[in-house]
């Protein structure tokens, strides 16, 4: 790209001056678009970063924590809305004056949806605290910053409710695409200019410097910034120390793509709408490696000719519509048609009929309703949308079939291109024994392993009601049946509901943990137990599901640590579930059901006849030595058995 070297200082100058007013209207859409207690926490928390006074959240009794904002400034509604929440019991004008001395922190920024149309009122903030720790005073101990920053994480959610991530990245780091953890989104080696590109396309500058890359010429090549970064030191109109140099980006290299989208693999554990938009562009990226910019150039394009200003262009907006060119162009209509539905999921709001026609002129949710409108959405598809919590079970795992089978299409691409190119994955074995070993912990079958639903919306899954069915066969296994919904025996027999089944098995203690596991069962459930020759009562079944919650919390994958993954699965507890299915008379063991965990949130069922349950559950009690461990074993009998005879008997095997 040529650069009018001869009009650059008023080329940077009117730069500056257009990013400042996209910043300003980014500002407004995120004040429109936060509830009252998230826009205090968003006018109080750069305050608390700015200050370090006894009595405020955050303070720490040091004079080597390093705090205060370069350039901060305070506007009155700010001013008036700090001084409400911070200070009403006590007077201000102290805390109000100028900061004396160097200022700690360059910049501080916050990155990824918020103030878009898919920011959500459950959207974290997701700060970068931007510093230069080659240049701080000696006396400050960059420790002590991190420890205000968890202080200040505390306070928001014990006070707002609202989860906060507060980045501290060191500019030496960022200019070389070393972040570490830099975004709740990252995972360490997996990420580097990837994230950079999207820090600089999802940005809002709160306070402080602005970031020189945004300030520069749509486009330029590496060795072209660097020249403008040295020449502004001689150019009048253009302040240096307002500006920061965090690194420069005009192309991603092909070696971050399968790491990130491994990443994205283990993020739509939680938010699946999210990530697999994410998975579209690096598909975009990577297949269109070389011939297409960064979409953070194309945002700084529009805003640098005043376009983004006048047409308030989101950068979200922007994600989405170019991912879903990528795949119109490439005839993938079913991947269109699921990437509409996830993204009108993640915006998390209920566009009406009415407001697509063009009947709303209210931020955000015009901005969704011209998104539906150019989708060509009719009231059908807009009102099945707006039901999806109230989806049938069915319905949900086949959309969350549909992500699935998206996921594997695009992984197989990537990693065809990617072994096409020959390029070597940046991703870290050691990151990428820890993303694997979550999808598989997640999404793996394995023997004697409790299958969890390929779905992503766990929380759909949930029913109201239940029914269970036994049936039983003459020489042949009997079998136990799980519907949802309140169904009759004649509804089965006549074959009116077999849409509605959705397990079956031989053994109930299966079925039951089963739903269990994928939350499909939950207190607030209803079981309609059909009436049968069984001697199974609805009481037992109760009483073993709340002996599943409390003994097999629900885990979260994602959430588990990597050290978890860099080694063997441990076995976490053991339940032994005894003579369930037999008569309650009965003195003597008969039948011995295993249930058990392990520390990479996996579940696991066996069942035996006596003898063979007794080898087994004694071959892994003393494996794992879980007789000296408390908490850790836990054996179940039907209430109105004779529980101690049995306990006896099983007590003195256990001792042999």
């Not at 807009?382 to 999806?388: A, G, K, V, Y």
Request: glycine letters at 6%; charged letters at 25%.
């Amino acid at each position: 790209m040529e650069i009018d070297f001869e009009n650059l200082e008023d080329i940077l100058f009117n730069n500056i001056r257009y990013f400042k007013l996209y910043n300003e209207k980014r500002r407004l859409d995120i004040l429109e678009t936060l509830p009252i207690t998230k826009s205090v926490l968003f006018i109080c928390l750069p305050y608390l970063l700015h200050t370090n006074h006894e009595g405020l959240p955050g303070y720490i009794p040091s004079n080597a924590v390093p705090f205060g904002i370069y350039n901060f400034n305070i506007r009155k509604d700010e001013r008036d809305e700090i001084q409400s929440v911070l200070f009403s019991s006590s007077p201000s004008d102290l805390f109000f004056k100028p900061f004396v001395g160097k200022p700690a922190i360059e910049s501080l920024t916050l990155m990824g949806s918020i103030g878009s149309v898919a920011h959500t009122r459950k959207s974290d903030f997701d700060y970068w605290i931007i510093i230069d720790s080659e240049n701080l005073p000696s006396h400050l101990d960059i420790n002590l910053l991190t420890q205000k920053a968890d202080l200040l994480v505390d306070w928001a959610y014990k006070t707002y409710k609202v989860f906060v991530s507060l980045f501290i990245v060191d500019k030496k780091d960022a200019q070389k695409n070393i972040f570490g953890h830099a975004d709740s989104e990252s995972c360490g080696s997996a990420l580097g200019k990837l994230l950079k590109e999207e820090f600089y396309r999802t940005m809002f500058l709160v306070k402080g410097k602005v970031p020189l890359w945004w300030i520069c010429p749509a486009g330029i090549s590496d060795s072209q910034y660097l020249y403008v970064k040295d020449k502004i030191k001689d150019l009048t109109r253009i302040f240096n120390e307002d500006l920061i140099d965090i690194g420069h980006i005009n192309n991603i290299p092909v070696e971050e793509f399968f790491g990130a989208f491994l990443w994205q693999m283990n993020k739509a554990m939680e938010e699946p709408d999210k990530s697999i938009i994410k998975m579209g562009l690096l598909e975009k990226y990577i297949t269109e490696a070389g011939k297409v910019e960064p979409l953070s150039i194309t945002l700084k394009r529009k805003v640098l000719s005043q376009q983004g200003v006048a047409e308030g262009i989101d950068p979200y907006f922007l994600l989405v519509d170019e991912v879903l060119n990528f795949y119109r162009k490439s005839s993938r209509d079913y991947a269109v048609a699921l990437l509409q539905r996830a993204f009108y999921l993640k915006m998390g709001v209920k566009i009406t009929y009415s407001e697509v026609l063009g009947h709303v002129k209210l931020g955000r949710r015009q901005i969704a309703a011209e998104m539906i409108r150019n989708w060509g959405w009719n009231r059908d598809e807009i009102e099945l949308m707006n039901s999806f919590e109230n989806w049938e079970f069915n319905r949900i795992i086949a959309f969350g079939n549909q992500i699935i089978e998206f996921m594997g299409e695009s992984y197989k691409k990537i990693s065809a291109i990617h072994k096409e190119m020959g390029s070597p994955s940046l991703i870290s074995d050691m990151d990428l024994t820890v993303l694997g070993g979550k999808i598989f912990s997640l999404y793996q079958p394995g023997p004697r392993k409790i299958a969890r639903l390929k779905t992503f919306y766990e929380n759909n899954l949930a029913q109201l009601r239940l029914t269970i069915h036994y049936i039983e066969k003459k020489n042949k296994k009997n079998v136990w049946e799980l519907y949802t919904g309140s169904v009759s025996k004649d509804d089965i027999v006549i074959g009116r509901v077999v849409d509605k089944r959705i397990y079956s098995s031989e053994h109930i203690v299966d079925i039951l943990i089963w739903a269990y596991h994928n939350k499909i069962y939950t207190f607030n459930s209803s079981i309609n137990l059909i009436p049968s020759k069984s001697y199974v009562g609805l009481v037992d079944i109760l009483d073993l599901l709340k002996q599943f919650n409390d003994f097999f919390p629900s885990v979260n994958i994602s959430d588990l640590g990597p050290e978890i993954f860099l080694s063997t699965p441990e076995l976490e507890k053991l339940l032994l579930i005894i003579n369930f299915e037999e008569s309650k008379w009965t003195k003597k063991l008969k039948q011995i059901d295993l249930i058990y965990n392990n520390n990479r949130g996996e579940l696991f069922h066996e069942s035996y006849n006596p003898n063979d349950g007794l080898k087994r559950s004694i071959e892994i009690i003393k494996t794992h030595n879980l007789l000296k461990q408390k908490g850790k074993l836990r054996i179940f009998i039907p209430k109105d058995m004779p529980h101690d005879s049995i306990k006896k008997e099983i007590i003195s095997n256990f001792r042999r």
